[in-house]
């Protein structure tokens, strides 16, 4: 994976800022995140529940260890054929 460019930046305004900013500045972050990602899934083939969760997941955690994502799509696929599990929410933009 490809070094961020702007983490140097992000980290010079987060040493200098408070911890209330710090907080804002990560909520924001992750809300663009799951933007971001949500998007990639708008824009890729159509997916059954499951594998769009396993398509999020791997996006936003793509050092997740491959025996805990087979572990979660096992868990994901019996709870959604038990009618209990219908996809993640997506979040509001």
Same mark, same amino acid.
């Given at each position: 994976m490809k070094p961020d460019p702007g983490l140097d930046v992000l980290e010079g305004i987060l040493r200098d800022a408070g911890a209330d900013e710090r907080a804002r500045i =990560? *909520?924001?972050l992750r809300r663009? =995140?799951?933007l971001l990602v949500w998007d990639q899934?708008?824009?890729a083939p159509a997916m059954t529940p499951v !594998? !769009? *969760?396993m398509f999020v997941l791997g996006r936003?955690?793509?050092e997740m260890p491959e025996a805990h994502r087979v572990s979660l799509r096992r868990q994901l696929h019996a709870d959604h054929d *038990? =009618?209990?599990w219908h996809g993640f929410t997506?979040? !509001?933009h």
């Open positions: =990560g *909520a924001e663009r =995140g799951f899934v708008d824009r !594998e !769009e *969760a936003l955690y793509p *038990a =009618g209990t997506r979040p !509001e």
